[in-house]
């Protein structure tokens, strides 16, 4: 039951971000995700190096330096002095780099093990390939590609909400 629910919220969650991300832009959207996820594990892990603290007598470097870490990168993405447009723009790397493999690989598996899975690999690679160049080359791009991108990501959570309500596990 804990598994189908903990499911079901995430695919909630999902839906929600994919829509943001469609509506205001994946950047705006994804600070904000991140500097709260940062913020409230900061604040765990603080909890945590006081806890260790009262009970062992002795504060771990690690735990606080990770606390203040998360909080200090989540406060400044919140308060949008920070941002991850240098991970957005490594992704898009990324994101043409696999497009690449993709069709290469596709092109492999047509001669080793069919026509229909390496042409479905090929298209489906162009596809992303084409996409990451588009935001690099093309100026206002970027706002299609959120809308694409938080489609996607909300049928992703639509269907792994669809998939938990539906399963028959308890």
Do not use: H, N
Request: with cysteine.
């Amino acid at each position: 039951m804990e598994k189908k629910l903990l499911a079901i919220c995430e695919g909630a969650l999902a839906i929600v971000i994919g829509v943001l991300m469609a509506c205001f832009g994946g950047q705006t959207v994804l600070d904000i995700y991140f500097g709260v996820l940062l913020v409230v594990a900061g604040a765990l892990f603080l909890i945590l190096s006081i806890v260790g603290l009262v009970k062992t007598k002795v504060l771990a470097f690690g735990s606080v330096f990770a606390a203040l870490a998360g909080l200090l990168i989540g406060s400044f993405l919140i308060a949008r002095y920070y941002s991850f447009d240098r991970f957005i723009e490594a992704f898009i790397l990324i994101m043409i780099a696999a497009g690449a493999a993709l069709v290469l690989y596709g092109i492999y598996t047509i001669f080793k093990q069919g026509l229909f899975a390496g042409l479905g690999q090929i298209v489906i690679g162009g596809g992303v390939f084409a996409l990451g160049f588009c935001y690099i080359y093309i100026p206002s791009f970027y706002k299609v590609f959120w809308i694409i991108i938080g489609v996607l990501v909300a049928v992703y959570g639509l269907f792994f909400l669809l998939s938990a309500l539906l399963s028959k596990e308890e």
